[in-house]
């Protein structure tokens, strides 16, 4: 692993690739502490910040950590062992965490004062309580399935990025047991609550909104999931597991069902990152880190809510302009605007080369191109490269659409496009399905470029 260096880069004046990647991080909280941005911008940054600390631990530290219980003990370029990485990873990890918590108790009387309300179980009225139960009944509880453990049910599955409760209960016979209780992924993390009654907005504001945390709202009405039981105490927790999924050249020689196989076990990787409540009692923890095979250094303790990347789904529900950046109205040149006059836009581009900048430009421009190549019966190929989709892509319409129509469709589909591995196989079926012609990326590299060539019979 010892590379040469010139002279002129030794070792002391390199900065190791994942403390790099931390002192990002800490750039992104800077933008949320920033007044100058608007509040619900801020918050976004905040839960960018932890949307990427999770990445990095999946991917980054994953690796190092591999290294590390493969007992490596040669150096990186800069000097470091994996060893010292991770000693360093955790030591920035545990500031900027501590420093990201700061800055959401700084916000929220902003927050507060702006009308938005994220408030604890415990702040909730008997009436709002009695709101949230009804909605616990209605909407969650179906969705719920206690996990027992105990001597005749071994310890549960454990999704990474989710939430989870452990919840300690004492059955009627006195014996004590463990269930825990994974907190469903398909519902909303903020639950609206009416605010007090005859408490109006504040008269600078269109509207008010008190929100609930929906994982504390789970753990007032555990009684529910456990008739007979006495609920002791509940505690939040999450995992997140090793995520890399880079292919082998062993495996290349059919990278789709490689891939395939490496999706499904990542789902029962290691465990690299155990999170969870400074307020949860140490024997909880030291459960937790045992049924994972975790060392303390892989625990953080945290003193806000867990899983704060879920902070986005304020930034989208909340509806107040007047808190986030003015909307910008991206430009969809004339000549490229019309997906059913493949002539027009073919002669546009006949005329003169065209650049289309976004964000400034609308993307529009480049699906009616390709929908106008799709339709215009003088197209006679499209080939694409394609490395993230939306889930609903019309990306993929307009390629099925092409292949409907006659024409001669190729794809390549990159199924290493970090966390988007099971929706691109997903996509790669379908393109099949509709008859076009699918290459899984290529044996050591990995397909980012975004491009489209259409072959068109002129003259």
């Not at 690739?17 to 911008?41: C, D, G, K, M």
Request: with cysteine.
């Amino acid at each position: 692993m010892v590379q040469n260096v010139p002279e002129i880069l030794q070792p002391s004046q390199l900065i190791n690739r994942e403390v790099s990647l931390l002192e990002f991080q800490r750039r992104v909280l800077q933008e949320a502490t920033e007044t100058a941005n608007p509040l619900l911008e801020r918050l976004k940054f905040l839960s960018i910040f932890y949307s990427n600390m999770d990445e990095f631990f999946m991917v980054r530290v994953a690796g190092v950590r591999r290294q590390g219980n493969a007992h490596v003990v040669d150096v990186y370029t800069d000097g470091l062992n994996p060893a010292q990485v991770l000693e360093s990873t955790r030591n920035l990890s545990v500031g900027l965490y501590e420093q990201a918590a700061q800055i959401l108790e700084r916000l929220q009387p902003a927050l507060e004062k702006a009308g938005i309300f994220l408030l604890e179980y415990s702040q909730l009225s008997p009436e709002q309580k009695q709101k949230t139960f009804e909605y616990f009944r209605e909407v969650v509880y179906p969705r719920l399935s206690p996990l027992a453990f105990d001597p005749s049910h071994p310890f549960p599955h454990i999704n990474q990025l989710g939430l989870n409760l452990i919840v300690s209960l004492k059955e009627a016979a006195g014996r004590n047991r463990i269930a825990f209780v994974q907190i469903p992924e398909s519902l909303p993390r903020f639950i609206p609550v009416e605010g007090p009654p005859g408490v109006p907005s504040n008269g600078t504001v269109p509207k008010n909104y008190y929100l609930a945390w929906l994982e504390q709202v789970i753990a007032a009405n555990l009684a529910s999931l456990f008739p007979g039981m006495e609920i002791l105490e509940a505690h939040p927790f999450r995992i997140l597991r090793d995520a890399d999924l880079a292919l082998n050249r062993m495996e290349a020689d059919d990278i789709l069902q490689a891939m395939q196989r490496r999706v499904y076990q990542m789902k029962f990787a290691d465990v690299v990152q155990l999170s969870l409540m400074t307020s949860m009692p140490a024997e909880m923890r030291n459960f937790l880190l045992k049924q994972f095979g975790l060392q303390g250094r892989d625990l953080y303790g945290l003193t806000t809510p867990l899983g704060l990347a879920d902070l986005f789904q304020l930034f989208e529900t909340i509806d107040r302009p007047d808190l986030k950046y003015p909307r910008y109205e991206a430009f969809t040149p004339p000549e490229l605007a019309n997906p059913d006059d493949g002539e027009a836009i073919f002669q546009a581009i006949r005329q003169r080369d065209r650049l289309i900048h976004r964000p400034y430009d609308s993307f529009n421009a480049i699906m009616n191109f390709l929908f106008a190549a799709a339709r215009d019966p003088q197209v006679v190929a499209i080939k694409q490269t394609i490395y993230r989709v939306e889930d609903n892509a019309i990306v993929i319409e307009a390629l099925e659409e092409a292949s409907r129509r006659g024409k001669e469709v190729i794809a390549l589909v990159e199924l290493q496009a970090r966390f988007d591995e099971a929706s691109n196989i997903n996509w790669a079926r379908v393109l099949e399905r509709a008859g076009v012609h699918v290459v899984y990326g290529i044996e050591g590299l990995k397909t980012h470029c975004k491009a489209i060539l259409v072959v068109r019979q002129e003259g």
